[in-house]
Nanobody, 124 residues
Framework: QVQLVESGGRLVQAGGSLRLSCAVSGRTFSSSAMGWFRQAPGKEREFVAS????????FYEGSVLGRFTISRDNAKNTVYLQMSSLKPEDTAVYYC?????????????????WGQGTQVTVSS
């Protein structure tokens, strides 16, 4: 059974930094592209960042480019999202997702397993 468990979300002040982690089990992690998505209240879930199975390719949503960094440690079966210069509009539940492919994409429908989400709240 594939499981994704996110952690690291919390309340942080605007301008601060936060690192989210997502531990994956039940799947060959090194063969799976990974993505981070977020969902704010009343809005649809949106793409944030994704990374190919070996970390050679990354993609970012425009508003987080230069502020967020996605990375992975295949030895630990974990993907990370380092967030800096956080803004109130970054407030959302953040989800990690796994794709049974080595290629990362930005479409949420391409990902077949999801975590339960972790809340990030940025105060102004």
């Amino acid at each position: 059974q594939v499981q994704l468990v996110e952690s690291g979300g919390r309340l942080v002040q605007a301008g601060g930094s936060l690192r989210l982690s997502c531990a994956v089990s039940g799947r060959t992690f090194s063969s799976s592209a990974m993505g981070w998505f977020r969902q704010a209240p009343g809005k649809e879930r949106e793409f944030v960042a994704s990374i190919s199975s070996r970390g050679g390719s990354t993609f970012y949503e425009g508003s987080v480019l230069g502020r967020f960094t996605i990375s992975r440690d295949n030895a630990k079966n974990t993907v990370y999202l380092q967030m800096s210069s956080l803004k109130p509009e970054d407030t959302a539940v953040y989800y990690c997702a796994s794709r049974w492919s080595t290629i990362a994409t930005m479409r949420k429908n391409d990902y077949d397993y999801w975590g339960q989400g972790t809340q990030v709240t940025v105060s102004s």
